[in-house]
Each structure stands twice: as C-alpha cells, then as structure tokens.
C-alpha cells in the first residue's frame, strides 16, 4: 500500500532569500506573491532560517518604542532586534522548522500543528531545500477520485488481507467515505481493514458493516497487535 509523503504534494519551484537581502526586498517578495514566509538559505541551498510576516511587523511594532528595559524578557529582546533588522540574516527565525523528504503527510500535519507554523521548507539529509509544503498542500489527498481511492484498498488491504474472503465483502466509495459490507469470519479481520483503510490517503471516514462469524476480542485481549502500524 503506498504510503503518500510531503513529496507527493510539496512545491518544488521554492522562492527564496539570501542572508543579505534586504527589510524592503523581503517585504516586497511577501506581498507580491501573497506568501506568509520565506525560507533563508546559504550558498549551497541549505535551509538556515525563516522569515515570516510576523518577523517583518516588529519593525512596525517597535516604530518609536522606549529603549529596551532591564527587565525585557529574552523573547522581547529579540523581537526588538527584529525591529531594528536591515537584512534577512536578522530577520529569520533560527532554528527554522523543517521536515525531511519522504515524511508522511500525516506527520507533516502534526509537526505543522505543533510548530503553529503555516507551511514547512523540505529539506534531504543534508540540510538542502527541496521544496515546500502548506496547510493546502497537504489537504490535496483529499482531492483524490473515488476509484482512485477504491484502486488503492482493493490493491493495498483486501487482496493482501482477504484474500481468501474478498467475494463476500463488497466496498464502495463515495465522497471519500468508504463502506464496507458483506461477511468476514471474525471481528478481528474487520478490525484490521478498517485501520487499515484509514491510513489509505484521500479516506475521510470508514463505515464498518460487517458481519462476523466468531468474535475473537476475549481471545485477544486488549490492546493486541495484528502486526500492523
């Protein structure tokens, strides 16, 4: 079953800045292209930080404040560093929040819901910028055709796990949502393919009807492993 990852859906044609760009050069770059941020990168294309609109505002957030205070906290110094910043270099944010090629889109999400951030900059194993992934990039997979959808569950969950009952169970999709009925031979079996359909990209939900012949939760146990993710 394919698993679909931030390159399946990630723009590759990325603009970028150098450390040296200039305050109104980023501006300029942000409002016309409608972008949020801007990965910084060196000369050999590695993602060294990131410059946001909320990073570009300090500068006007600033405008005529009073000299820093004793007590600043570290977080209000650096924003006051923002605002007096010429160049990229002391704009960007460091550490910037990258994900690596071949990351699944879920993980993506998490790591997108986590940071609080709008978009990541891809990065390969040595830190180089490879493309980029958005909020919107990553719903794509829900954009996905129906058959498209169904081609993948039948190819990648019933014929690797029903095989020997694949006649007697019957699956349609529609909107995304996936049905299944018909009859497997125990309650476990159904429990595997529906968490198995979940992970197929583009399913939305899984309604799970049916039938069993022998329930095997007491035999199981709780919190058994079927050797899957």
């Known amino acids: 079953m394919k698993t679909w990852t931030v390159n399946d859906v990630m723009t590759t044609a990325v603009v970028t800045v150098s450390q040296d760009t200039p305050y109104r050069g980023v501006v300029d770059l942000l409002v016309s292209n409608r ?17 946001s609109e909320a990073d570009l505002l300090r500068k006007i957030e600033y405008a005529g404040a009073a000299a820093p205070r004793l007590f600043d906290g570290r977080r209000r110094r650096g924003e006051r560093v923002k605002a007096t910043a010429r160049t990229a270099a002391d704009l960007m944010s460091t550490p910037p929040v990258t994900v690596l090629t071949n ?5 993506a999400a998490r ?15 040595l830190g180089r910028l490879v493309g980029i992934v958005s909020r919107g990039d990553l719903l794509k997979v829900h954009l ?34 996936v049905t299944y009925t018909g009859r497997v031979d125990r309650w476990s079996t159904t429990d595997i393919v529906d968490r198995l359909t979940r992970q197929v990209a583009g399913v939305v939900e899984v309604v799970d009807k049916l039938e069993y012949d022998y329930d095997d939760r007491t035999i199981l146990g709780t919190g058994m492993a079927y050797g899957i993710a």
Not at 35 to 51: L, M, N
Not at 111 to 125: C, I, N, S, T
């Open 35 to 51: 972008f949020s941020a801007v990965p910084v990168v060196d000369e050999f294309q590695r993602v060294i930080g990131v410059v």
């Open 103 to 107: 990351t699944s889109i879920p993980a």
């Open 111 to 125: 790591l997108l819901d986590g940071e609080g951030v709008k978009r990541l900059p891809v990065v390969d194993d």
């Open 144 to 177: 996905r055709p129906d058959d498209q959808i169904q081609a993948d569950i039948e190819t990648g969950v019933l014929r690797p796990f029903l095989a020997d009952e694949i006649e007697t169970v019957q699956l349609t999709v529609a909107d995304g949502i």
